[in-house]
């Protein structure tokens, strides 16, 4: 061993630090080179050591050490290694490390350090006490793992965990689909148990709503973003459907291939039920549950727009109760409400689910008649004007007149609905009880 190699084991403390056993066969030399591989060993070992005094003061640090802190070694010997604490460790670990250490025990554990640049970081440490052949403790020996990675694993595994855990419905699947994993608000809201669930598809929730194309597209979105979500509609284990809000990730590993597919979701059937009532109260009449004017005039707009690109005809017809007013003045206003609400029910039953029925306001009401010309709006007018005629509403008769309007291309809402009034008004002048045709010609 060279001197300037002697002297700088002796610099690094190592020589010092570490207890020269008894070894009556091995010459000098011999030693002096078993000590300078033992430096070499330790100085390159990935793992942090620190060797102190028995007051804690530090005696040597390898290079690792030195790496991982960014202190040199001028700045730590000599100093204890408070200089590294955080001050986020509980006082109590220190207190059960010194104890351990002085009743002449190893101590393991772990402590939050800082770096020099202020950056935290955790280590699993294993401290040594190292004894003369006195048996007296006389110097500890630290070696020290660096875990910040591995804590932040296990902290990001708990908030998944505890994620997992939450009401939102929550399924994993490998990248063949088949699920591995379910947790309970799963179980709540499907009413699958795991058991039931795991090693299947989820195939197996497939409502019959969505065709084909849905679920293309769904995939598509899936395999170039990543990411997908959106509404949805499952079926239960009791055979019910119901709506969904979900969202399904892809997992990838280091290479870029999937690893798993994560859906979560949550049942939006309440939801959906509190938007269809939002939207009965604004699209229908609150007396009648016909669709109110609002509505009825968007539904025209839309029918124009059609009518406009496909040349279909769709006729407009309008009717009111002849002498509602003396209704009303004879049998009171409840009685006309029922009369109101039963004939709407009575004509809602004689339309197609692509007609519309609307409340126009008091005893008038309007309807939108789709690929329906003049000849045949005149004939669902006659059979609707003399069912009504035979049939006794609250033990009542009575009649309706008839307005009927084919719409006529480049026509505005307004120009259609007043052709059809003016219908209206011309059958109820004729006497009542009959179907006014406005005129098809501009």
Request: net charge negative; no cysteine; proline share 2%.
């Amino acid at each position: 061993m060279k001197t300037g190699e002697q002297e700088s084991a002796r610099g690094n403390g190592i020589g010092r630090a570490m207890h020269e056993p008894h070894w009556p066969d091995i010459d000098l030399d011999t030693l002096r080179a078993k000590f300078y591989q033992l430096h070499i060993a330790v100085e390159q070992s990935p793992a942090a050591t620190a060797i102190t005094d028995i007051e804690g003061r530090i005696e040597y640090v390898n290079q690792r050490f030195l790496e991982v802190t960014g202190y040199s070694r001028e700045e730590l010997i000599g100093k204890t290694p408070a200089m590294i604490q955080s001050g986020l460790t509980p006082e109590i670990v220190y207190r059960d490390l010194w104890q351990t250490l002085r009743r002449g025990q190893v101590w393991r554990g772990e402590l939050q350090n800082r770096k020099k640049n202020g950056e935290l970081y955790w280590e699993a440490e294993t401290i040594t006490p190292v004894r003369n052949d006195a048996g007296e403790i006389v110097r500890f020996v630290a070696v020290k793992e660096d875990i910040t990675e591995r804590k932040r694993q296990e902290e990001e595994l708990r908030l998944l965990a505890s994620v997992f855990q939450t009401g939102q419905a929550t399924l994993i699947t490998d990248p063949e689909m088949r699920i591995e994993r379910v947790n309970q608000a799963f179980t709540d809201i499907t009413g699958y148990l795991p058991e039931e669930v795991i090693g299947h598809t989820p195939r197996l929730f497939k409502s019959g709503r969505h065709d084909k194309a849905f679920y293309s597209r769904l995939w598509q979105d899936i395999l170039e973003t990543g990411h997908w979500q959106g509404e949805i509609w499952n079926r239960n284990k009791y055979g019910e459907i119901y709506p969904l809000w979900q969202s399904i990730t892809a997992v990838y590993d280091e290479a870029g291939n999937i690893r798993h597919f994560i859906a979560v979701f949550h049942n939006i059937a309440e939801r959906k039920r509190l938007e269809e009532e939002l939207e009965q109260q604004a699209t229908r009449d609150h007396l009648t549950g016909a669709h109110n004017r609002r509505a009825f005039d968007a539904a025209m707009r839309k029918a124009i727009r059609q009518a406009e690109r496909s040349d279909n005809a769709f006729s407009l017809l309008l009717f009111d109760i002849d002498l509602f007013k003396s209704v009303n003045d004879q049998h009171g206003h409840d009685t006309g409400d029922i009369i109101l609400k039963r004939l709407a029910a009575l004509v809602g039953k004689t339309l197609r689910s692509t007609d519309l029925l609307a409340r126009w306001g008091g005893e008038e009401f309007a309807i939108l008649l789709q690929d329906t010309s003049t000849q045949g709006a005149l004939t669902f007018a006659e059979r609707l004007r003399q069912q009504v005629a035979e049939t006794r509403l609250h033990g009542l008769a009575v009649t309706i007149s008839l307005g009927i309007a084919e719409y006529r291309r480049g026509e505005s809402p307004e120009e259609t609905l007043a052709r059809a009034d003016g219908a209206l008004y011309r059958a109820k002048r004729a006497g009542r009880n009959r179907v006014g045709i406005a005129d098809t010609q501009a």
